[in-house]
Every structure is written in structure tokens, then in C-alpha cells.
């Protein structure tokens, strides 16, 4: 388990009297459990079944009335920095249930640390302790949490994180594939479904924000919930790829609210994880070649931002490289997803190049010698089963177009014929057309190079590109600031006005 920051109301935790808390509505009995525990360490306090389990559903009785439903604390919620024992003294005098909130978000956490680190065979399990013994259902009093994460206004990033946190690790106790915090205790697996998925819903919704904080708040329970399958194919089935491949494409262009190297190290992880439900699942191997998840790592490898990211973009290059459809295929009539699709997606991306650089390098980490040793073969067997064309049409699919020998009149002349598509639609130049709007400045100027290029070699190119919205796209590039970008846009206008081009040139 990784270590949740301390609250920054930490000091005042030893201050805290029960007593004169009315609002909690604690009995006698249920203070002295509390007081108890403060004065023990946590492993004697969770020392049976019944004093373990008793002891959780106070610290969540005290978090439901603490938290309350009227939404975050006054002044603790906004708390960033760890404050002094003075400061937070005084925070606890004027703000006590927002104190009292981390409290009880801090004591969970050091609970399931405790129970995790038990030996296997102890009669006190995550098992024993939040699910009921008569049902096997989870204890009802787990609600506080999901309702803290929802908590309005700013919200409270400590207690927020702390209960996801916490609430992973209670749900993943549920799944049938995590039989060892059971400790022979039997469970309802399907008390957890509903909890499970609200839990993965909130993830979600926080990374359909593009900012850091949020990014913050979720990846620590995230990269906790993808070492649970069951919790992978629900973060799957809510589009969570296409929001960590978002995230981790924003997180190279070094954008103010882009990811920390820490948050991509930990955005790149999950995906990983994820990478190992392709072969048994046609869903997800269809979501990562829908949600441009290669292009993503591709970026991440080319841009190096640390080791660590660098090693685990690759072992999930690698993954997607060597997925096959044997054991899950696709429903009928829908087109297969495989290995050899991403590593068409890689080519097209570039990525033997990196691969090629990234080969001459000494590397002291073994995982990324062969990862790339790997890598390295497949695309290279795969390169060379290719033909030119399907070199180009994996790059333009891939949106990572590079200068080459791919964008040359001599590749125009032989391969214009192959832009009516299979299906006569002309997919690839509009493809182009929707190039010349990206966020690339050279990728432009290679989409309205490649526009020009077609209009010229292909019979009645010219009409063609202007029935697809070629010439007013280009046209506004003419005037752009970028001199390189406004020369070719400029050129393919022309090509598109001019009848006779070479003659003109």
C-alpha cells in the first residue's frame, strides 16, 4: 500500500475530546473503545473478530456524523500545508468536525494497513472486519465514505483521497479474485458490485477534468484498483482508457495543468495493468485501439520524462504488441483487434525509430533490455510484411506525421490510386483534411503537403478535395505566424486553384 500524506490538522488529532462532541452521538461505551485505541497501539485494539469489527464501525459511525450532508468543513477543507500543533490546536477550537473528519479518515486508513500486514492465517481479516459475519454482505456503515467523496463546493482534498483510498481496498475485499484478505471468511461477492462501480464512476468523472488536482485525488486509489481484474473491466467499461490516454498525452506537451512525472508514472502504470485484460477481452482491446492509447505511450517514450515512466510505457507497449484474440475474439462482423493492430498503430507512430535510438543506449534496468529487445523484433518483422501504403495509412491513422520519405512526390505517383479507400470514400484525405486543424504545427504543414500532393496526382483530385472542405481549411493556415506552416499551406491552396501545377511550377 503506498502512504497517504498526513492531514494537515494532524497535531490537533491528540486534542480531541469525545465528551463534550454531542453532535457525533457517541455512547459511553463506544468513547471508551475510542479513548482505548488511542492509548494502544492499533494491532491490540484489532486484536479479534469482534473488537476489530466493532471498532471499524465506530470510526465510521464517527466519520458519518462528523462529515454530515452539508457538504465540506468551514476551514479544515481548504487546508494544504501540515499545519503546527498550535495552529491546528486552534483549528480543532474552530472547526472541530473538519478535524474530526481527518481523524477518522486517518484512523481507517491506519486499520487496513494493520489488517493488511497481518500474517496469513490470523482470525482478524479485512474479511472479518468489514463484512458481516451472518451474510458475508459489506457493513452498511461504508456509505460516509462514498459520500465524502462527493462532498461539494471544492470538496476536501485529504479526506477525499483518504476515502477512496480506503474504500478500494474495503470493496477490493469483495472481489472473488482476492481470496487471501478473506482468511476463510466467507463473502457475498455481489455486496461489493454496486459500491465497486459508484466508486469507479467518481474516478472517472474526476479525470474528465484536464487538471493536476484532480488527477491528485484519484491515481493513488487507481493504481490501487488495477491489481483487482474485476475492478480493471469495470474502469474499462466506463471509458477509464480513453481518460488515462488523454492524460497522458496532455502530460508531454508540459502544459501548466498537465500531469506531474510522478501522476504520468502512475497514469502509465494503470494502463499497464490494463494491458493485461486484452487477451480475454475484445472490449478492451477494441477501447485501446479506439482511444489512441499507443499514440499516447509512443509520446511518453519519445519524450523521456524519467526512467521509471520510460520502463513502464514500454512493458505496456509490449503488452498491447503480443495481445492476441485466441482466447476472446470479436463479435461477428466486427473487425478483429490484435497484436499486429497495435503494432501497425507503433509504426505508424514512429516508434522503431525511438526503439532503434533507445537500443544503443547502455540500460541498467533488465526489464527495459528486453522489453526493447522485444519490441524490436516484432515491429521489425512486422515493418517488413508491410508495404509502403500501409506504412503511410498507419501514420496518418496514427495523427503522428513526420517528414520522409512517406511525403514525397515520388510516393504520390506510385500510391494515388490508394486514397479512394477500399470503400471509395477518400478516408484518408479526409483524415488529412481533420490534420491540418491539430495542435502540431508540423503535422499541419505535412497534412496540407500531402493535400497539395494528391490533389496533383490523383484524376479530379482537385474537385475531390474541395467536396471535402480542403481549400477553406488550408486557405485559414495561409496567414498563419509559423513560416514554415504558412509555405505549405500556401503551395496546396494553389495546387487545388491551379489546373496545371507543374507546369505553374
Not at 231 to 244: E, H, P, T, V, W
Not at 385 to 393: A, C, G, R
Not at 454 to 466: D, E, K, L, M, T
Request: hydrophobic residues 40%; charged residues 20%.
Amino acid at each position: 500500500m503506498s502512504n497517504l500524506p498526513p492531514s494537515p490538522v494532524t497535531h490537533a488529532f491528540s486534542g480531541i475530546q469525545w465528551d463534550p462532541m454531542q453532535k457525533l452521538r457517541l455512547s459511553n461505551s463506544e468513547k471508551r473503545l475510542l479513548r482505548s485505541a488511542e492509548v494502544n497501539p492499533i494491532d491490540y485494539t484489532l486484536n479479534n473478530p469482534q473488537e476489530s469489527a466493532a471498532y471499524v464501525k465506530i470510526v465510521l459511525k464517527v466519520l458519518a456524523e462528523a462529515s454530515g450532508a452539508s457538504g465540506p468543513s468551514s476551514k479544515v477543507s481548504h487546508l494544504k500545508a501540515l499545519l503546527s500543533e498550535d495552529e491546528a490546536l486552534g483549528m480543532l477550537y474552530s472547526d472541530p468536525m473538519g478535524v474530526v473528519t481527518h481523524y477518522a479518515i486517518t484512523k481507517l486508513y491506519d486499520i487496513i494497513v494493520c489488517l493488511k500486514e497481518k500474517k496469513r492465517g490470523s482470525t482478524v481479516t479485512m474479511g472479518s472486519t468489514f463484512f458481516n459475519g451472518n451474510d458475508g454482505n459489506l457493513i452498511d456503515e461504508w456509505r460516509p465514505l462514498l459520500r465524502v467523496l462527493h462532498l461539494g463546493g471544492s470538496g476536501d482534498a485529504f479526506a477525499q483521497r483518504g476515502a477512496a483510498y480506503c474504500l478500494a481496498y474495503i470493496l477490493m475485499t469483495g472481489c472473488p479474485s482476492q481470496p487471501f484478505a478473506l482468511g476463510g471468511f466467507k463473502i457475498n461477492h455481489s455486496s461489493v458490485e454496486e459500491p465497486l462501480q459508484a466508486l469507479v464512476s467518481w474516478i472517472t468523472s474526476q479525470l474528465q477534468s484536464s487538471g493536476s488536482s484532480s488527477l491528485s485525488l484519484v491515481t493513488p486509489t487507481l493504481t490501487a484498483l488495477v491489481s483487482c481484474p474485476e475492478a480493471r473491466m469495470k474502469f474499462a467499461n466506463s471509458g477509464g482508457i480513453g481518460y488515462l490516454s488523454r492524460h497522458l498525452r496532455n502530460g508531454t506537451k508540459g502544459t501548466k495543468n498537465s500531469a506531474t512525472v510522478q501522476q504520468l508514472y502512475e497514469l502509465c502504470f494503470c494502463v499497464w495493468a490494463l494491458t493485461y485484460e486484452c487477451s480475454s477481452s475484445a472490449t478492451i482491446r477494441a477501447a485501446f485501439a479506439r482511444d489512441n492509447a499507443v499514440n499516447s505511450l509512443v509520446d511518453l517514450v519519445s519524450s523521456a520524462p524519467r526512467e521509471k515512466v520510460v520502463r513502464v510505457a514500454l512493458s505496456a507497449l509490449r503488452s498491447l504488441a503480443v495481445c492476441t484474440a485466441d482466447v476472446a475474439p470479436s463479435a461477428a462482423g466486427r473487425k478483429e483487434v490484435t497484436g499486429s493492430t497495435f503494432l501497425h498503430e507503433m509504426i505508424g507512430c514512429g516508434l522503431i525509430k525511438y526503439v532503434d535510438q533507445m537500443k544503443e543506449r547502455q540500460w541498467t534496468d533488465p526489464d527495459i533490455v528486453e522489453d526493447l529487445d522485444v519490441l524490436h523484433k516484432l515491429l521489425h518483422e512486422n515493418f517488413k510484411e508491410m508495404s509502403t501504403w500501409d506504412v503511410y495509412l498507419a501514420e496518418v491513422h496514427s495523427g503522428s506525421l513526420e517528414w520522409g520519405f512517406l511525403h514525397t512526390e515520388k510516393f504520390f505517383k506510385e500510391n494515388a490510386k490508394h486514397f479512394e479507400g477500399p470503400n471509395s470514400d477518400f478516408i484518408v484525405v479526409k483524415l488529412l483534411v481533420a490534420l491540418t486543424t491539430s495542435n502540431d504545427e508540423d503535422v499541419q504543414a505535412i497534412a496540407c503537403y500531402d493535400i497539395g500532393e494528391f490533389v496533383r496526382h490523383y484524376p479530379n483530385g482537385r474537385s475531390i478535395a474541395r467536396s471535402l472542405g480542403a481549400k477553406d481549411i488550408v486557405m485559414k493556415l495561409v496567414d498563419h505566424q509559423n513560416k514554415e506552416l504558412q509555405r505549405h499551406a500556401l503551395t496546396a491552396v494553389s495546387k487545388m486553384m491551379v489546373q496545371n501545377w507543374a507546369s505553374v511550377h
